[in-house]
């Protein structure tokens, strides 16, 4: 078996580690941040970059975005998904799979299944490149990060 993983998690954005055993439900999602103009998806590493977005877009923009960590991706937490969906009426999904073919393209029809009619833009996918593995020397390249989101974000916002 071969199991490959981003190297940059190895030395990305460090968080506490509790003393006592954490858990969570499986196939709930959890919003990390509240905002009312958009909705930022995102889920294991890319949850730091959608945080690090709705920074600049508060900071830059003056506009306040909400995060949603899917925490699992089956079970997938369609009410939550939806729900922001339809709150806030506009959608930025951002993974590091290729773009074709992986969880963001469910993600994305969960959201259209849900809130289609509420939404007043497409939804915006931030993902790896449709390219085979890259491997350590281009893995930063591949991956999307904050600068390619806000662009999504600001996009997604002016439409």
Known sequence: ???????????GAPEEVPDEREGFPLGRARVRREGGALTLVAYD?????AMETADHLRAEDGVEAAV????????????????SARKRRRVVVIHEAPKSFGSGPEIATSIMEGAF????APIARVTGHDVPFVGFSREQA????????????????AF
């Open 117 to 120: 009619l509420s939404l007043q």
């Open 68 to 83: 949603v960590d899917v925490l699992t991706i089956s079970p997938l937490d369609r009410e939550i998904l939806a729900g």
């Open 142 to 157: 591949n991956l999307p990060d904050v600068a390619r989101t806000l662009a999504a974000a600001r996009e997604t916002l």
């Open 45 to 49: 590493a890319m949850v730091h970059v």
């Open 1 to 11: 078996m071969i199991f490959f993983e981003p190297k940059a998690l190895y030395h």
